[in-house]
């Protein structure tokens, strides 16, 4: 399983892949670094002249009425609401790759599966612990190998059928299906049952239970602490499956759930268009009558439309990031989170001189990250472990590596690392990435070392990381799918990810040990208290360059209320109202 | 040859010696090394002041050193690409238009063909497959600028070739080459000049806009074309930061041109004759 370079995460450019037991977690390269890629390079050498092209358009559509600069020559019209309706305008720029909750597997996806269908649990707004949806409480056993779930009676599909636990089981046997082709399949490969299923021997999957319709029971082959975790994916939303029955690959286009909203227009390429759903079965929620998102329009775009106030929330593109935070009454219409993520400078273990501890701690000493966060304008908060804060489990008393130019030089001096020592960084060509990228190339001339770097596009990146002995130095990123330490060090320091997402080769079989013993632990205490011991050992043994973890910034408009940023999902939009007096637009 | 200058011709000519100068003591006349941070002003460009009259950028390195060794790296394969096409533009040309018949259309549809592909593009995509470095950047550059030279040097050399003087030289004896080397190429010579010193400001701008494409010379070294490329996240804060690059592109397209037409403008409109 494997995600390429989308954006399941906001404005994240990662990918989820092959994560063993742990279950996936996504690699990313820098929070605002969206669905760019080599692509971009171009798209940048004319950026300048694309904005002055839309400030003239925007300028002509404001003069026809401001409504002018939504919907195509021809394009059927957006459905009309009534004046002072509830309506959050957004833009975007690629198309929605899909609302069929078992192939969507990025950040525009989610954003609307999580509208139009509902999960037994969802993460809490703003949190990271799980909350109840469809389920009113759940019962786990303590080897954590049976759940148990209570499913509420009033949720309907928005065809009027009620939401049964039939219509769970169906959902994650059809991603488990081969046939399906799901990219969430993994996440339930575990099942009891699940193996047989897949290989056709069975009708079913005998580890889903329904005992009777508001009651499912999950069985594993074994211990998942975080299984709850893996059903609050859209992947193990209920779908109604004659709906799917009708439609087949066409699902997406006539998509039935039972969420906040449902799905009133999509025109591929140009708009897509929510309504609420009048039976949600939380009464007076959405607030919002109906979401309507711009598909095409490019950051600058969008930008110059939230300005314009054509829409109600937007990314900052990076060129207007400073400008934004230098202009009080823009500033505070910004909203930011500090990501479940952590960046890191990868050291690749197995590769001369950095299989010398000394050389990696040298290197992390050598590193000024508070001129990292100077640099990104303060989108990011200095690392001192693995572990980002925010994360369960996070240890706010880990000391990592302070600023110390001089003690790095002692130490390659100690190592042995002449001048002639010259390693080749490889990042992702990409332009804040470039400007990380220098100012680690300047840090390290400090101490004597003549940093090469190599940007290269997002897939070869991946690719050569994985290839033993060839990448010695690395700018990648992490970010959780789960909101446990499992998902960070198992998956990036154990040896069996030799070749997956261990990319700095790097192994201590004690680590190794304390995180067999973690895995399948239920008391939260111990496991934790064991992921600090196994990420205290990592951040001696220093295969990282700690660096930062990101943060990510959104603005909105002064009329919208109760938006708020999620460290694990897309912002869930039924809490959002606008204040009726507040725009100027409608 | 003594011949007073014009005012065009003076004034490129000065521009370039101090561009030459500039890139020669480039070590001596900046102020700062142009790759270290000499000001704390990282994300937030700084102003220009008197301690640093064109600002610092946002790795808090000096701008006016970065310019100043800039002028080094884009003179260098400014001109090391001119002479590559030149070399390459000048023998095409002279062959074909010499010997004529088979080797001319030969030649010349191969130019036309290579004229059809815009210089950028296939720059882009020399440097993206080979790796940028100074000596890939300057390489490409002249293998894919020499078109235009080619055909104008052998719209010369085919009316020099049927010039009674050729003809004299070719009746006594003389073999192509030597009827090449001391009667066609002399007599092609000032078009040649000009061509060369025109030519120099639009490898200039390829290089730029290469570095632009991030496919120029690879950091730390300083290039105009980079700094502009980088410079566009501050262009709402730190508009200086885009202007001062641009102005030295300017300043240094300006002066070959002025150079080249002034040149152009002494010999009567047309070089050449």
């Known amino acids: ?586 | 040859m003594t011949r007073r200058l014009n005012a065009m011709e003076l004034v490129g000519a000065v521009m370039v010696v101090s561009l030459v100068l500039t890139a020669l003591f480039a070590p001596r006349l900046a102020p700062h090394d142009p790759t270290r941070a000499v000001a704390p002003t990282y994300g937030d460009p700084g102003r220009p002041s008197a301690a640093f009259p064109l600002g610092t950028d946002e790795l808090g390195r000096d701008v006016l050193s970065r310019i100043i060794w800039g002028a080094r790296v884009s003179l260098i394969v400014g001109l090391a690409a001119m002479v590559i096409t030149m070399t390459i533009g000048v023998a095409i040309g002279l062959v074909a238009g010499f010997f004529g018949g088979a080797a001319d259309f030969a030649l010349m549809r191969f130019t036309d063909v290579m004229l059809t592909l815009p210089a950028l593009l296939l720059a882009m995509a020399f440097v993206a497959v080979l790796h940028p470095s100074l000596l890939n950047v300057l390489l490409v550059i002249g293998l894919v600028s020499w078109t235009q030279i080619a055909r104008v040097v052998r719209a010369e050399t085919l009316s020099m070739a049927e010039r009674d003087f050729v003809t004299a030289a070719r009746a006594l004896g003389g073999s192509p080459a030597r009827l090449i080397a001391f009667h066609v190429l002399p007599n092609v010579m000032p078009i040649i000049v000009v061509m060369a010193v025109l030519g120099t400001s639009g490898t200039l701008l390829l290089d730029a806009g290469l570095s632009f494409l991030s496919l120029g010379v690879p950091p730390p070294t300083p290039s105009w074309g980079r700094m502009i490329e980088e410079a566009l996240i501050y262009f709402r804060t730190a508009p200086w930061l885009i202007a001062f690059p641009g102005l030295a592109i300017f300043y240094a397209v300006l002066a070959f041109n002025l150079l080249g037409y002034g040149y152009l403008r002494a010999r009567g409109g047309r070089a050449g004759r």
Request: with cysteine; proline share 7%.
């Open chain 1, 1 to 586: 399983m494997r995600r390429r370079r989308g954006t399941r995460r906001r404005l994240i450019a990662g990918r989820l892949r092959a994560a063993g037991g742990a279950g996936g977690a996504l690699q990313f390269a820098a929070r605002d670094r969206g669905a760019r890629d080599a692509r971009s390079r171009h798209r940048r050498a004319y950026r300048a002249l694309v904005a002055a092209v839309l400030w003239l358009a925007a300028a002509s559509g404001a003069a026809l009425g401001g409504a002018g600069c939504r919907g195509g020559a021809g394009a059927p019209a957006p459905p009309g609401f009534p004046p002072g309706a509830q309506v959050l305008h957004l833009a975007v720029q690629d198309d929605v790759p899909t609302l069929d909750p078992a192939a969507g597997y990025d950040t525009a996806s989610w954003t609307f599966e999580q509208m139009i269908f509902d999960t037994l649990v969802r993460y809490s707004d703003g949190g990271v612990d799980l909350v109840p949806e469809i389920a009113t409480r759940w019962d786990e056993s303590p080897d954590a190998r049976v759940f148990t779930f209570h499913l509420r009676r009033d949720a309907r599909f928005t065809n009027g059928r009620a939401v049964t636990a039939a219509d769970f089981k169906y959902e994650i046997e059809r991603v488990l299906n081969p046939a399906t082709r799901s990219k969430g399949m993994e996440y339930f490969r575990e099942m009891t049952g699940a193996a047989e299923f897949q290989a056709g021997h069975a009708r079913e999957v005998g580890g889903i239970a329904t005992p009777d319709p508001w009651t499912i029971v999950f069985r594993l082959d074994g211990p998942d602490p975080i299984f709850v975790q893996k059903l609050a994916m859209p992947f193990a939303a209920a779908v109604p499956h004659e709906v799917v029955e009708r439609w087949g690959e066409d699902f997406s286009s006539h998509v039935i759930g039972s969420g906040p909203f449902k799905l009133a227009q999509w025109i591929g390429g140009q708009r897509l268009v929510l309504v609420k759903n009048p039976d949600y079965f939380i009464k007076g929620v959405p607030r919002l009558d109906a979401v309507v998102e711009e598909i095409g329009a490019s950051d600058d775009l969008q930008w110059l439309k939230f300005e314009a106030g054509a829409i109600d929330v937007s990314r900052i593109p990076s060129a207007e990031f400073l400008y934004v935070m230098k202009t009080p009454n823009l500033r505070a219409l910004t909203l930011h989170i500090v990501d479940i993520a952590t960046e890191y400078l990868g050291m690749n273990c197995g590769m001369k001189p950095f299989d010398d501890v000394r050389v990696r701690r040298a290197f992390n000493y050598a590193i000024d990250k508070h001129k990292i966060i100077a640099l990104l304008n303060g989108r990011g908060v200095v690392a001192e472990g693995v572990l980002p804060p925010g994360l369960p489990g996070f240890n706010p008393n880990l000391k990592g590596y302070p600023y110390d130019p001089a003690r790095a030089r002692l130490l390659l001096e100690e190592a042995g690392v002449g001048k002639d020592f010259s390693p080749t960084l490889w990042m992702r060509a990409d332009r804040t990435e470039m400007m990380i990228g220098q100012s680690i190339q300047q840090d390290l001339a400090l101490v004597g070392v003549q940093v090469e770097l190599k940007p290269v596009a997002w897939a070869p990146l991946l690719e050569a990381i994985r290839q033993p002995d060839t990448v010695a130095l690395v700018d990648l990123g992490w970010e959780a799918d789960f909101s446990d330490p499992q998902n960070f060090l198992e998956v990036l320091f154990s040896r069996k990810q030799w070749g997956g997402n261990n990319d700095t080769f790097y192994y201590n079989p004690e680590v190794d040990k304390l995180l067999a013993e973690a895995a399948p632990l239920t008391d939260r205490a111990r496991r934790y208290a064991l992921y600090n011991r196994a990420e205290e050992l990592v951040v001696a043994d220093a295969p990282w360059v700690f660096l930062y973890n990101p943060v990510a910034y959104m603005i909105r408009q002064p009329w919208v209320n109760g938006y708020v940023l999620n460290p694990m999902r897309p912002t869930r939009l039924e809490q959002v109202w606008l204040s009726p007096h507040g725009r100027g637009r409608d």
